[in-house]
């Protein structure tokens, strides 16, 4: 780990992982858009989304779960990375969100047996199989009962997973990205592997935690093989699935220390996904206690993510050292420019700066 988060961290102070300076602790998490047109490729939208928030002042923004295969698709909508002809589109999302001196993030992801569906605001259904292609999971069971019959993955079907998720990371590097995350948390593919509630898998890749954790570490390992030393791997976990006979909290240490072993260098830990009728509380700040928990059992950096509303929120997740970077979902999209509000009520210098074309606001309005 390459810094310590104590009391004297704030909101707007620079954070170095290896080789990356990442100019304040806001980050944008990713947040699935459904609008890439189809085909995965970026559009305008996500040029003004994401630019929009680096404007804002955020330190690092990321895309949205983006898939390493067709079939690893949420939705039609979802972004894509599974082509080479993916990479100048992303180039263009890189480019917005660097230009203000904020860091560009990419999520990679496989949706696994939660794959094949409409976008959320065409009702969520399952789509045509035929016109969806394979459903693949780590077992023959679906989500819930009206959701795809995934197929269960062979070990060939498990190769082709890792060198997905290598060639992917290959390919964000070249689009101009910073920071690389794998999405193993939410019910997706990963997920489903490490969780006994979805893996009843008999052989090498089910049954113990260290036979569930070989194929999302034989991805992380991938990952890290194929993105630069100097660049930081960060991979997003639910730490633990709210449910009975779910993974627990001692297992997700282990398997972040595993990960911290193959190169990991933050778990972005978050929770649930893997079945419906979870218990999730509402309070804010609801997983930092368990972040704190991984962050030095398995002496790895972690993020605060979960209900962070306020600047004062933020802070105490920063404060609590419990975590290394605070991550913020829906309050960054009601407001874009939710940073550039937290610098003036902590009157804050904030070293993604206010772009040249809005400085007299600044002179004049405050
Ligand atoms: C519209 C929307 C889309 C989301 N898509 C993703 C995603 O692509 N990948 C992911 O890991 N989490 C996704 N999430 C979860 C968020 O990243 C975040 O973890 C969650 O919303 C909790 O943070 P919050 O309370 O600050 O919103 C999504 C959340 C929202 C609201």
């Known amino acids: 780990m390459s810094t310590s988060a104590g009391g004297a961290e704030t909101l707007f102070s620079a954070f170095t992982i290896r080789g990356l300076t990442i100019p304040n602790r806001i980050v944008m998490s990713p947040m699935c858009m459904y609008t890439s047109g189809g085909d995965g490729r970026p559009t305008d939208w996500h040029v003004v989304h994401l630019g929009s928030r680096a404007a804002g002042g955020t330190g690092l923004v990321f895309t949205e779960a983006t898939a390493v295969s067709a079939d690893g698709r949420i939705t039609p909508g979802d972004l894509g990375i599974w082509s080479d002809e993916h990479v100048d589109g992303h180039r263009r999302l890189t480019a917005a969100v660097a230009a203000h001196g904020a860091v560009p993030g990419i999520q990679i992801a496989h949706a696994g047996r939660k794959g094949g569906r409409t976008r959320p605001w065409e009702g969520n259904r399952p789509l045509p199989r035929e016109a969806w292609g394979q459903v693949l999971a780590p077992s023959a069971e679906p989500f819930k009962p009206d959701w795809h019959l995934p197929t269960a993955m062979t070990t060939s079907d498990i190769e082709g997973i890792v060198s997905d998720f290598s060639v992917a990371a290959r390919r964000a590097h070249e689009a101009g990205y910073r920071v690389l995350e794998g999405h193993f948390a939410h019910g997706y593919l990963m997920h489903q592997f490490l969780s006994p509630l979805a893996n009843r898998r008999t052989d090498r890749y089910g049954g113990s935690l260290e036979n569930r954790a070989r194929l999302p570490l034989a991805v992380a390992r991938a990952m890290r093989q194929a993105w630069p030393d100097d660049l930081p791997l960060f991979i997003r976990l639910s730490m633990i699935d709210w449910l009975p006979g779910g993974i627990s909290l001692d297992e997700t240490v282990q398997v972040a220390s595993w990960m911290r072993d193959e190169g990991v260098d933050l778990i972005d830990g978050t929770s649930s996904g893997i079945l419906p009728g979870e218990a999730i509380p509402e ?74 074309q809005y400085r007299r606001a600044t002179q004049h309005l405050l």
């Not at 997983?287 to 979960?306: K, Q």
């Not at 913020?328 to 009520?345: S, V």
């Open 283 to 356: 309070e804010p700040l609801y997983h930092l206690g368990m972040a704190g928990e991984v962050r030095r059992r398995a002496r790895i950096a972690t993020s605060a993510v979960g209900r962070v509303r306020t600047t004062s929120e933020a802070c105490e997740a920063l404060r609590s050292g419990n975590a290394d970077l605070v991550f913020i979902g829906r309050a960054i999209l009601q407001d874009a420019y939710w940073a550039r509000r937290a610098e003036r009520e902590l009157g804050a210098e904030n070293l993604v700066g206010v772009p040249v």
